[in-house]
């Protein structure tokens, strides 16, 4: 179809497409607002730096290679049974590890935990006693080896939570972009049932792909 038929349909029904939109992005709204005041849920991140005592070559690379270790030792039901015990949280290991995503970053020897509550007071506290429990027993594996030889842990700030879900803003724009798709399908089932009424001379023209060359008009007295 040429761009003006395009046109003209945009034209005649653009308003189902921009009411389905924005009745789509206000439910989505209003579910956000409810989801945030009913069950909101904040994420907590810290940061751990892991530092070699050397600063050569050969112990940063060591270290690299260590974080992944780092990283295991951590994401454990032992881990969680003790951040568990300390807090006296009412969860199972397996329930807190659901909630707690534990990561590295080989280029800046850096291990990253995120927890996720329904509180964000309790998910910087499963944050810090987590991290406080790594470097904890890097100290006491420190106390092993030669001075040269340790790595040291240390937390770069302390956890702060932010509102991870609902994200208002994001559910807002999907709710209208699903409403603008829902409202170009209708119209497209519209025109296509309606492709072959003829209401217009110029449907006349459009349907039989030929030029109109004259119409009769209507009596004035109504009868044919």
Known sequence: MPLQTYLRILWRRGWIM????GLTAAAAFGFSVIKERTAPVYKSRISILVQPARTDFGQAQAAKTLLRSYVAWMDSNYRAADVIDTL?????PEQLRSDVTIASDDSRLVIE???????GDRANDIARTWADLFIQWRDEENQKVL??????AQKID???YELDEPNTRINTLAGAIL??????G???VLEYMEAGVIRTAEDVGRGLNLPLLGAIPP????LS
């Not at 921009?18 to 939109?21: D, M, S």
């Not at 935990?113 to 509180?119: H, L, M, R, T």
């Not at 009596?219 to 109504?222: D, F, H, L, P, V």
């Open 147 to 152: 001075r040269t030889d340790r790595i040291d």
């Open 18 to 21: 921009l009411l389905l939109a």
């Open 219 to 222: 009596s004035e007295s109504g």
């Open 186 to 188: 209708i119209i497209f």
């Open 113 to 119: 935990i995120d927890v996720k509550q329904p509180n």
């Open 158 to 160: 302390d956890p702060k």
């Open 88 to 92: 006296k949280l009412d969860m199972t």
């Open 179 to 184: 409403g603008l798709l829902v409202g170009v």
